[in-house]
Structures are given as structure tokens and as C-alpha cells.
């Protein structure tokens, strides 16, 4: 789905099933790209954590600009991404060379990271295709390099591996390719747009 000619946004609200948490995410969509702003609160054993993060993509869905914020245990952390969209990362403005060649990001505490390989690609039904992420596991404190497969089962349903094959979904998203339902995962409360 590429953006309209005039601004939209999409306000959303996710709970996640697996993690105690809720995410608000503000999605707004110009002649020029995506802007993200999320915020996710959670509890993760006795520990109450907040991360608010901010994602930029040209018209493409192709992500430029990457702003993670997390809170917990009284601690703040914040990391800035920026990618040339050929596969190069710098992070907080040196090279993260170990970064290289992955074209999204994938939010283990958030679905909305589905939606930007889902609409770059923009499948074909039967079409399957891997890509290449970095993957913060921000609960675990994990930042690393990681392939996966999405595959078009339909209008609105993908199936979803990581490779190796460790886990596997089906994901079911709406017309702007964004998540309605993730099993075990993600289920979405609300949407509006304006």
C-alpha cells in the first residue's frame, strides 16, 4: 500500500498475549514516506518497562530513520538507526557494520514491523520471499542480524518463519497490511483513522 496523496493517520491500539503489554501506535502517511510513534508499557516479571520508539520510511516502506527509548528498572537507554536503504546501518552515527544488509526491523514487542516487508514486497498471493532484519529482543536485551519468510497465503492472511525455522504464524492483517490478529502474540483492540 503506498501513502495517499494527502496526510492520513492511523491510530492503533495492539495488546500482546505473550508479554503483559500495550502499544499505541501512531502511524501517519505522507507523499513522502511513513512516520511512526509508538509507545509500549508493559511488565516483564515484577519490572514495570516503557518504550517509546519513532520509525521513518521513504515512499517505499523502506526504513531510513530508527529511534529506540527504553525505560525499566529506573534505567533509560535510547539508540538512533539510520539506514541508506542499499543495506548500510549506522547506529548513534557510527557504522554498525554487523547491521549490514538487513533492510527492515523487526520488533519483537510490536506487529506493526510486520507491516513493512508485507507492504515493500507487496506479494503475490502463492509468492513466497525471505528477507533479512535486525531483530531487537528488547526484553532480552538482544540486537542481531536475522532471516525470515514471508509467504502470501491470500488477501490478507501470511504464513511467517524464522530461519532456522524455530517459530512459525499466521498472521492475518487488513488492507493496509497491518495486524488484526497474530496467534498467541498480537491482537489488535482498535483502530481509527482521520
Not at 530508527?66 to 539508540?79: G, M, P, R, V
Not at 547506529?91 to 508485507?118: M, R
Amino acid at each position: 500500500m503506498k501513502p495517499h496523496s494527502n496526510i492520513q493517520h492511523t491510530n492503533i491500539i495492539w495488546a500482546s498475549r505473550e508479554h503483559r503489554a500495550l502499544e499505541n501506535c501512531m502511524m501517519t502517511m505522507t507523499q513522502a514516506g511513513v512516520e511512526v510513534n509508538s509507545v509500549i508499557v508493559g511488565l516483564y516479571g515484577a519490572d514495570i518497562y516503557r518504550i517509546t520508539w519513532m520509525l521513518k520510511t521513504n515512499i517505499n516502506w523502506e526504513t531510513e530513520l530508527f529511534e529506540l527509548k527504553i525505560t525499566t528498572k529506573n534505567k533509560t537507554s535510547a539508540d538512533i538507526y539510520e539506514h541508506d536503504t542499499k543495506g548500510n546501518w549506522t547506529k548513534n552515527g557510527n557504522p554498525a557494520t554487523e547491521l549490514n544488509g538487513c533492510l527492515y526491523i523487526d520488533i519483537a514487542l510490536s506487529p506493526f514491523t510486520n507491516t513493512l516487508p508485507i507492504n515493500h514486497l507487496e506479494p503475490a498471493i502463492g509468492e513466497t520471499q525471505t528477507i533479512k532484519t535486525i531483530y531487537f529482543d528488547i526484553l532480552e536485551e538482544e540486537t542481531k542480524p536475522l532471516s525470515q519468510l514471508y509467504e502470501r497465503l491470500s488477501d490478507t492472511q501470511y504464513r511467517y518463519q524464522n530461519i532456522p525455522n524455530n517459530f512459525e504464524a499466521i498472521i492475518t492483517v487488513d488492507e493496509a497490511g497491518l495486524v488484526v490478529d497474530y496467534p498467541e502474540l498480537f491482537e489488535r483492540l482498535w483502530k481509527d483513522e482521520y
